[in-house]
């Protein structure tokens, strides 16, 4: 018989080669291989009216060790610390012998309209396990909330008897002592709007008597004076038929001045605004005599500038949801001194006018809506 010395020699080789790789396998324990730990959500947005978001933390292979998962939220838009949203727990702990682990994003409401803000969920630290930098989860919280709105601070429907006059009901006669300004039958309607179709109205039949009624002072941020209008005739001029005043002024000291004269068009008239002169800004589209419009007078108080005024005017159809963009007319401003709004005024000019005016509302934010 012959023997290969060299193949006993490589076989010998092989033989300590497995022996070796045997004893470092089954030295070896599952537990000394760390689980990757991944990040999941059930949804990618939940809307801010106490919706929940789960977060869960897996592993494929469970272990014999509890592996504890520290969440963090930096880099959020949304605030934490129950402000926008509560993360609990921010530690979660996968068990022993399980697969996963969960925590759970709740919205907090509010009554602010912020827009959608956003929590980005990461790993913040991993023990009993492993990760990567890279892992991270971003759930948008909707903005779905209506903000409350702020109560008028001045309400006038009219809702007295047919030819009472105004300084019966809380109108101060401020200038002119004839021709009063009475309420006269039926009130206006405008379609969406919440003064309409409540009440009488006021007529500015006459001339001389001008009258006013009060919402307080105020002295910042804006005021936004709305009305109904329906008028059937002016004098050939125009003039001013509301404003805004202050009492402890002159009579001569009138704001946002709200314009109505006849249009260059046969049957036709046209509205207007000025600060306080008394050549006003005319809206370009003339509009028809015996149809109802909305308009808005919007006075900003402005802190280390002169104030601003600006008209809106809505016809039938008009979405008035929010306050547009760009005004009707305006913003303007004037040479006449600021002051604090105070009180909305009704002005009558000429004999030959019939304009009616309903559904006052003075407020301190867009609110034109029931």
Same mark, same amino acid.
């Given at each position: 018989?012959?023997?290969?010395?060299?193949?006993?020699?490589?076989?010998?080789?092989?033989?300590?080669?497995?022996?070796i790789?045997?004893?470092?396998?089954?030295?070896?324990?599952?537990?000394?291989?760390k689980?990757?730990? &991944? $990040?999941? %959500?059930? @949804?990618?947005?939940? !809307?801010?009216?106490?919706?929940?978001? *789960? #977060? =869960?933390?897996?592993?494929?292979?469970?272990t014999?060790?509890?592996?504890?998962?520290?969440?963090?939220?930096?880099?959020?838009?949304?605030?934490?610390?129950?402000?926008?949203?509560?993360?609990?727990?921010?530690?979660?702990?996968?068990?022993?012998?399980?697969?996963?682990?969960?925590?759970?994003?709740t919205?907090?409401?509010?009554?602010?309209?912020?827009?959608?803000?956003?929590?980005?969920? &990461? $790993?913040? %630290?991993? @023990?009993?396990?492993? !990760?990567?930098?890279?892992?991270?989860? *971003? #759930? =948008?919280?909707?903005?779905?909330?209506?903000p409350?709105?702020?109560?008028?601070?001045?309400?006038?429907?009219?809702?007295?008897?047919?030819?009472?006059?105004?300084?019966?009901?809380g109108?101060?006669?401020?200038?002119?002592?004839?021709?009063?300004?009475?309420?006269?039958?039926?009130?206006?309607?405008?379609?969406?709007?919440?003064?309409?179709?409540?009440?009488?109205?006021?007529?500015?039949?006459?001339?001389t008597?001008? @009258?006013?009624?009060?919402?307080g002072?105020?002295?910042?941020?804006?005021?936004?004076?709305?009305?109904m209008?329906?008028?059937t005739?002016?004098?050939?001029?125009?003039?001013?038929?509301?404003?805004?005043?202050?009492?402890?002024?002159?009579?001569?000291?009138?704001?946002?001045?709200?314009?109505?004269?006849?249009?260059?068009?046969?049957g036709?008239?046209?509205?207007?605004?000025?600060?306080?002169?008394t050549?006003?800004?005319?809206?370009?589209?003339?509009?028809?005599?015996?149809t109802t419009?909305? @308009?808005?007078?919007?006075?900003?108080?402005?802190?280390?500038?002169?104030?601003?005024?600006s008209?809106?005017?809505?016809?039938?159809?008009?979405?008035?949801?929010?306050e547009?963009?760009?005004?009707?007319?305006?913003?303007?401003?004037?040479?006449?001194?600021?002051?604090?709004?105070?009180?909305?005024?009704?002005?009558?000019?000429?004999?030959?006018q019939?304009?009616?005016?309903?559904?006052?509302?003075?407020?301190?934010?867009?609110?034109?809506?029931?």
């Amino acid at each position: 018989m012959v023997f290969n010395s060299n193949n006993i020699m490589n076989k010998s080789k092989l033989f300590f080669a497995l022996l070796i790789v045997l004893v470092i396998f089954s030295s070896c324990k599952t537990d000394d291989v760390k689980p990757f730990v &991944t $990040l999941s %959500s059930n @949804v990618t947005s939940i !809307s801010e009216n106490d919706s929940v978001a *789960t #977060i =869960t933390a897996s592993i494929l292979v469970a272990t014999q060790n509890d592996i504890v998962v520290t969440l963090d939220t930096i880099g959020s838009t949304a605030k934490g610390d129950s402000v926008d949203f509560v993360l609990k727990p921010s530690i979660i702990i996968i068990p022993a012998g399980s697969l996963s682990g969960t925590a759970k994003l709740t919205a907090i409401p509010d009554n602010l309209k912020q827009g959608n803000q956003t929590v980005l969920i &990461t $790993l913040k %630290s991993v @023990v009993g396990g492993s !990760s990567n930098d890279n892992q991270k989860l *971003t #759930i =948008t919280i909707i903005d779905d909330d209506i903000p409350v709105k702020k109560p008028p601070i001045l309400v006038e429907d009219f809702d007295y008897t047919a030819g009472d006059a105004l300084t019966l009901h809380g109108w101060v006669n401020h200038s002119g002592t004839t021709g009063p300004i009475l309420v006269t039958s039926p009130g206006l309607t405008f379609t969406g709007y919440v003064g309409s179709g409540i009440g009488l109205a006021a007529g500015l039949n006459s001339t001389t008597q001008k @009258v006013n009624k009060s919402f307080g002072a105020q002295t910042k941020d804006s005021v936004y004076a709305s009305f109904m209008v329906n008028a059937t005739a002016t004098s050939v001029t125009g003039d001013c038929f509301f404003h805004i005043y202050d009492p402890l002024q002159t009579a001569s000291v009138m704001r946002g001045k709200v314009y109505l004269a006849n249009g260059t068009t046969t049957g036709k008239m046209k509205l207007g605004l000025a600060f306080s002169s008394t050549s006003p800004t005319y809206y370009a589209t003339e509009l028809d005599f015996g149809t109802t419009y909305l @308009v808005v007078l919007k006075y900003t108080i402005k802190d280390a500038l002169p104030d601003q005024v600006s008209l809106y005017v809505f016809q039938a159809g008009d979405d008035f949801s929010t306050e547009p963009t760009t005004p009707t007319v305006g913003p303007l401003t004037g040479t006449g001194a600021d002051i604090p709004p105070t009180s909305v005024a009704l002005r009558q000019f000429d004999a030959a006018q019939r304009i009616t005016v309903d559904g006052i509302r003075v407020n301190t934010e867009w609110n034109l809506k029931p």
